[in-house]
Nanobody, 116 residues
């Protein structure tokens, strides 16, 4: 069994920063991609950023230059540094881990609220 747990959400003002963290634990053989998604109220879940096991990174256009994804393969963790936050970044942020053999495992989500 594998668990994925996010942390670091909260309430900030526009222009401020937050750092989200995600840790995978349990029976892990190897991890392929690790990604952050978000879901705003009444909207579909969308990809924010993804990082492969080889370090290749892709961002959603709206967060390029403001968000930075990174991972620590030794600790099975992935982080999302979010700078210059905007009210439209308000959402529940989810971590998704693509595991060899097991497949995709999602975290429970962490709420980020950006006030104007």
């Amino acid at each position: 069994q594998v668990q994925v747990v996010e942390s670091g959400g909260g309430l900030v003002q526009a222009g401020e920063s937050l750092r989200l963290s995600c840790a995978a634990s349990g029976s892990i053989f190897s991890i392929n991609a690790m990604a952050w998604y978000r879901q705003a109220p009444s909207k579909q879940r969308e990809l924010v950023a993804v990082i492969t096991s080889g370090g290749r990174i892709n961002y959603q256009d709206s967060v390029k230059g403001r968000f930075t994804i990174s991972r620590d393969n030794a600790k099975n963790t992935v982080s999302l540094q979010m700078n210059s936050l905007k009210p439209e970044d308000t959402a529940v942020y989810y971590c998704k881990v693509d595991l060899a053999v097991i497949g995709q495992v999602w975290g429970q989500g962490t709420l980020v609220t950006v006030s104007s």
